[in-house]
């Protein structure tokens, strides 16, 4: 499991914050920040692609983001909804797997099906896997997945054997991660130091990378400069 160095990680997981602060400072509403940095997005898919990341994960809208002012939330909506359509043309452009992780039961129902039809029409695409967290929360996936455990159980489905034989690597699927390999680095950007319930299992494990830099400024460049900051790292995995 010890890295070599010099090597890109396979999954880089990022949280991008600071929309709401790149617009202030241009004396600009917040959801002009949210409109840039869903184009912060979309090169920067094409550009961890170019620099060798196989899986990118974005934090785009938390289990606790509903807490904003309604006409936010409004405008987060409207900036998906615009994006899982163009996504699908540029899924298909760059080869490019698309999956959501996050409950969309509680997205409207229009969003739900654009979700469908893009995980559907790009799920055989080869290059870039990339996931995107909607209504995401990392209690609530974890609440989830013991909940439909259970559910197996009570069902028979699942038996006391089996339950008692389950392993950390079983439980994973039933994450909404099932599948994916866990990410080795974290992103996050704007000067927060914490991870405001993303993905706490799979993280376990990962660098963690903070750079002040705000979501819509996020670059190439920048992109780099984590994954140089990756390599200089001593992986020790528990070991001495
Ligand atoms: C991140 O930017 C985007 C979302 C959480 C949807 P913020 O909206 O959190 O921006 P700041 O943190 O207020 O600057
Ligand atoms: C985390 O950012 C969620 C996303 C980036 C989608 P927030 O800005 O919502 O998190 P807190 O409130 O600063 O912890
Ligand atoms: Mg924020």
């Known amino acids: 499991m010890k890295d070599e160095g010099g090597r890109v990680p396979q999954h880089v997981a990022i949280i991008m914050d600071g929309n709401g602060r790149w617009a202030k400072k241009r004396m600009m509403p917040r959801t002009y920040g949210h409109a840039q940095g869903s184009r912060t997005v979309e090169r920067i898919c094409e550009d961890a692609y170019r620099l060798g990341v196989r899986y990118l994960t974005v934090y785009a809208f938390s289990t606790e983001n509903w807490k904003r002012p309604p006409e936010e939330i409004e405008t987060l909506m ?3 909804r615009d994006y899982m359509k163009d996504c699908i043309k540029t899924s298909k452009k760059n080869n490019m797997r698309v999956r959501i992780i996050g409950d969309i039961s509680r997205l409207d129902a229009d969003l739900q ?3 469908r039809a893009l995980e559907e029409a790009s799920r055989n695409n080869t290059g870039l896997n990339f996931q995107v967290a909607l209504n995401y929360g990392g209690r609530d996936e974890l609440l989830r997945a013991a909940k439909r455990l259970a559910g197996q159980c009570l069902r028979g489905e699942l ?3 089996a339950l008692a034989d389950m392993q950390e ?3 994973e699927n039933y994450l909404d991660t099932r599948g994916i390999p866990e990410p080795e680095l974290l992103i996050r950007t704007s000067g927060e130091m914490r991870l405001s319930n993303f993905m706490p299992w799979q993280l376990a494990y990962a660098e963690l990378y903070f750079t002040d830099v705000l979501w819509p400024d996020f670059n190439k460049k920048e992109l780099q400069k984590a994954i140089d900051y990756y390599n200089k790292r001593d992986r020790r995995f528990g070991g001495i």
């Open 113 to 115: 099906e654009s979700i």
């Open 169 to 171: 690597k079983d439980f």
């Open 78 to 80: 409207d900036l998906l």
């Open 159 to 161: 038996t006391a054997g």
